[in-house]
């Protein structure tokens, strides 16, 4: 029987939407044997200290062959026997939360699917602490398992090798696979071990080139920011309703997919699939999520003033700070764009700017209002001009160039309503006997002592 040794990226996992999808693996090839992976299925569930990986492979090779598929892991884990029906629980259950507007009936979205299964796992776990170590036993370790002719380590997966080790991942799970020549899905391994992050190794499958889809299924406490993974990847959707493959699982759902995952958490659960599309090659990164990222950049754009009249100057600062002290970035090429936007009440953009940095930035612009309108001043970074980091926003009101323009209206209501209110107390006052008021205020009353009979009821009396 032909031989070969094959460095699989065991974190590749596929979800097999639509169509079925292959995707390649990093190889150390023994001669001309090759071995092909049509899917990789995981559960990842993590309980912020502890996280249970169950995982099963389809490979199938040109010839009868075996794979050693390699694994690094941050701390020792504990392996076992998994099944299959977790697989077929996860199903179930992501078709049980498809959205109502989706027929029953349709079948164009997630599947899960599994060939011939057969079990044939040889497993070593080893603690390297150098990339000559790891390579040395890989060699050893396949010599004694009767393969021979072993090519050196390239010098790609060389420096995968390293980086892992570098970074503090100095276990590895080694298991040695008898691949048959037609598709079959290997028996399931869980991995249980001790992690500060959701973490997925997924630069080691970097070593070949091609184009693959990645999906990971993930079970954690709380529901998963699209601002917290990876870059390169996103959340899932459920196709063709477009709606995000992310909903909460209750304990009993958790139970039918694995009793041991049920246990890492005191209830419910939050069940997200993450998926990469794109060439193995552009994988230069493994998802690690911590249960409460650290903020480590912040943006914030102010104004000068809140309003102004037309036809002024808006001066406008953005003050970009790229990472706080303590943080650090993964090492890879990429830039922040900085975009800042002025928004009129309907929500239609008037001017926008954008700038590329690698550090620290200061902007300072100056924009001039054309009409009277209420703006929002927004300004977003964006990971190399793709994924939103963090945003800021400020308010301002523009008036007329006259501000008497503007409450002109309210200025001409309030003088009818004073003209009006004249007209009615006028009105009111010419129904009032004003003679009567005349006499009152005239003749006040005299005592009867006082009064005088008039002069033309008097005797007239000679003098």
Not at 137 to 165: C, H, R
Not at 220 to 244: D, F, G, H, R, W
Request: charged share 20%; proline share 6%.
């Amino acid at each position: 029987m032909r031989l070969a040794i094959v460095l699989i990226a065991l974190p590749i996992i596929l979800l097999n939407c639509v169509s079925q999808v292959y995707a390649d693996r990093g190889t150390l090839p023994i001669m001309n044997v090759d071995v092909y992976g049509p899917g990789q299925k995981a559960i990842i569930a993590w309980n912020g200290e502890v996280e249970r990986l169950i995982l099963s492979t389809d490979l199938y090779a040109s010839l009868e062959t075996k794979v050693l598929e390699l694994m690094p892991l941050p701390s020792e884990p504990i392996l076992e026997m998994a099944d299959f029906k977790s697989f077929q629980a996860l199903q179930s259950l992501i078709m049980r939360k498809m959205p109502r507007t989706i027929s029953p009936g349709y079948r164009g979205g997630l599947e899960i699917i599994f060939h011939e299964k057969i079990g044939a796992h040889d497993i070593t776990v080893l603690k390297a602490n150098s990339t000559e170590e790891l390579s040395r036993f890989i060699t050893d370790y396949t010599a004694k398992m009767g393969i021979s002719n072993i090519p050196p380590v390239s010098e790609g997966a060389y420096a995968i090798f390293e980086d892992y080790l570098m970074r503090g991942f100095n276990y590895w799970v080694l298991d040695l696979v008898d691949i048959p020549s037609t598709t079959r899905s290997i028996e399931p391994i869980a991995y249980e071990f001790k992690s500060q992050t959701i973490y997925y190794p997924m630069k080691i499958s970097a070593t070949t080139k091609g184009p693959t889809r990645i999906n990971l299924y993930l079970i954690t406490p709380e529901p998963l920011n699209e601002n917290n993974i990876p870059v390169k990847m996103q959340i899932a959707k459920y196709l063709p309703s477009n709606q995000n493959l992310q909903f909460k699982v209750s304990k009993e759902d958790l139970a039918s997919i694995d009793l041991k995952i049920q246990r890492l958490f005191d209830g419910e659960a939050w069940f997200t699939a993450l998926k990469y599309e794109g060439d193995t090659g552009n994988i230069d990164f493994d998802v690690e999520i911590p249960k409460s990222p650290a903020k480590c950049r912040s943006l914030s754009v102010n104004t000068d003033k809140n309003q102004y009249m037309s036809g002024e100057a808006v001066k406008i600062t953005v003050n970009f700070t790229h990472l706080f002290p303590g943080c650090f970035e993964v090492a890879v090429v990429h830039f922040h764009q900085i975009r800042l936007e002025i928004v009129d009440s309907n929500g239609g953009t008037v001017q926008s700017w954008r700038w590329n940095t690698t550090t620290d930035m200061y902007r300072r612009v100056v924009w001039t209002a054309g009409r009277a309108d209420n703006y929002t001043v927004r300004a977003g970074s964006y990971w190399s001009g793709e994924r939103l980091e963090v945003k800021s926003q400020s308010f301002i009101k523009v008036i007329g160039s006259n501000p008497y323009g503007v409450y002109g209206l309210q200025y001409l209501i309030l003088g009818v309503v004073i003209v009006v209110l004249c007209i009615i107390v006028r009105d009111i006052l010419s129904h009032v006997p004003i003679k009567s008021w005349k006499a009152k205020i005239v003749s006040p009353s005299i005592p009867a002592y006082a009064q005088e009979t008039p002069t033309h009821n008097r005797p007239y009396s000679p003098l």
